[in-house]
């Protein structure tokens, strides 16, 4: 007997995929006027948070392997949003830090959060829940 998969409207991974999408697309526009990729955000998000953090580390906060985070971090380089250099206790270590123009876009994605959660019509409590169950469901992932 031949079973059919479910269709592409019940897959949990297209749903995932598609809110995905739909949040890169509502960063877009705010972004390009910062002259920024959805990525470079994620990485100036993690030193916003603590800057001068090696490569490795920002690999680990935000999932990417080193041979996909080197080339955007060069490009950030080139764009004077970054330094990277290496370490002097062990040269084998790069650490990347915020320039003065990095730094000064932090004031202005401030109001990201407030779009998105207009977007999102869902008080802060919901919200924060849908993260975390989010998270939870990518840390089971990871595991499996």
């Known amino acids: 007997m031949e079973t059919k998969a479910l269709p592409l409207s019940m897959q949990l991974c297209f749903a995932l995929y598609s809110a995905n999408h739909a949040m890169a697309g509502l960063y877009r526009p705010m972004l390009s006027e910062l002259g920024l990729t959805y990525p470079q955000y994620l990485v100036l998000l993690a ?4 800057d001068g953090q ?9 999932m990417l392997e080193s041979n996909t985070l080197t080339p955007l971090l060069k490009r950030m380089e080139a764009a004077s949003l ?4 290496r370490s002097q206790q062990d ?3 790069v650490s990347v830090s915020l320039t003065d123009k990095g730094q000064s876009l932090e004031a202005k994605s401030h109001e990201f959060a407030a ?3 207009n977007a999102l019509d869902q008080d802060g409590d919901t919200a ?3 993260r ?6 990518a840390k ?5």
């Not at 970054?82 to 250099?85: G, K, L, Q, T, V």
């Not at 975390?132 to 469901?137: A, G, K, S, V, Y």
């Not at 089971?140 to 499996?144: F, I």
């Open 128 to 130: 924060n829940a849908l």
């Open 132 to 137: 975390e169950q989010i998270f939870d469901l």
């Open 47 to 50: 030193l916003w948070e603590r």
């Open 91 to 93: 040269e084998r270590s």
């Open 54 to 62: 090696s490569v490795g580390e920002l690999g680990k906060a935000l």
């Open 115 to 117: 779009c998105v959660a």
């Open 140 to 144: 089971r992932l990871r595991k499996a």
């Open 82 to 85: 970054i330094n990277r250099a």
